[in-house]
């Protein structure tokens, strides 16, 4: 099991509801926050920019806390710092590869063609959509099991494993 997420330092940015979390391990990442300001109303609070710029680190870079104590965990924190970040052509083929999906299987998965996986797989923009979709089902393999319809390759055969012909 990995470490825990713990902060060194954390700052907030121009953007309104935005953190610059300097990590432990040594990444920096930009957190935007919007969501949880304005979704959960115990953050009600920090929808006032000067109150959101008031924070510090605690419990030894576990977390992060603004006055009232009002505060937020390194997990939750770093959970939302990756669903942000960018998912790349080669997150995309990982994200097939971990899940053992051909080109067909994750057009229908995804309820896309297969010149759009194609795409996806040489550096077209992925939209958002999509993006959480992936994570969601690397996240939870089951998810994706769920409505998975297998592809072979070949023509159909009435041996084990292989649907009956349409």
């Known amino acids: 099991m990995p470490p825990l997420p713990r902060i060194e330092s954390v700052t907030a940015t121009e953007t309104p509801h935005a953190l610059r979390v300097v990590w432990q391990d040594g990444r920096t990442t930009d957190v935007d926050m919007t969501g949880a300001v304005n979704r959960i109303e115990a953050f009600a609070p920090l929808r006032d920019a000067d109150m959101f710029r008031r924070l510090a680190v605690v419990d030894h870079g ?14 939750s924190l770093d959970f939302l710092a990756r669903e942000q970040a960018p ?7 990982a994200w097939q590869e971990a899940l053992r999906l051909s080109n067909r299987e994750a057009a229908d998965l995804l309820d896309a063609s297969i010149s759009t996986v194609k795409n996806y797989r040489t550096g077209h923009p992925i939209p958002k959509p999509v993006t959480m979709a992936c994570r969601a089902t ?6 994706a099991m769920a409505h998975l319809r297998p592809r072979f390759a070949g023509r159909p055969t009435k041996g084990p494993g292989h649907p009956p012909a349409p």
């Open 62 to 75: 576990h977390g992060v806390e603004w006055p009232g104590g009002l505060d937020f965990s390194a997990t």
């Open 87 to 93: 998912f790349t052509a080669g997150d995309f083929a």
């Open 138 to 143: 690397l996240r939870d393999p089951a998810l």
